[in-house]
């Protein structure tokens, strides 16, 4: 199993970027998907959730801009990213939880995308 990311790259203050984050591999069932992010000297940190039946959970620094989807038959998850501030500026991971064929349920992370706001 493994997450694939893409979507990243540079926005100026107040643009719009979608990260775009795939599972595939040997799966049975996906369950919570996320994105967290790590800024330069900081620790990782939640951006948003969103459950198989589409329930969502954001960081208070990202409501009202940011909208996290995702498309079951897919096992992709989505980040639209509006509105960016400079101090959106991070490398974005997605997460998933899932089920492998096997029936054993663990997390797995994607590679690291960096998104970059600046003028």
């Known amino acids: 199993v493994q997450l694939q990311a893409s979507g990243g790259g540079l926005a100026q203050p107040g643009g719009s970027l979608r990260l775009s984050c795939a599972a595939s591999?040997?799966?049975?069932?996906?369950?919570?998907m996320g994105w967290y992010r790590q800024a330069p000297g900081k620790q990782r940190e939640l951006v948003a959730t969103i459950t198989s039946g589409s329930s969502t959970n954001y960081a208070d620094s990202v409501k009202g801009r940011f909208t996290i989807s995702r498309d079951n038959a897919k096992n992709t998850v989505y980040l639209q990213m509006n509105s960016l501030k400079p101090e959106d500026t991070a490398v974005y991971y997605c997460n998933a939880e899932i089920r492998g064929v096997t029936g054993r349920r663990r997390d797995y992370w994607g590679h690291g995308t960096l998104v970059t706001v600046s003028s």
């Open positions: 591999g040997s799966i049975f069932s996906v369950n919570v």
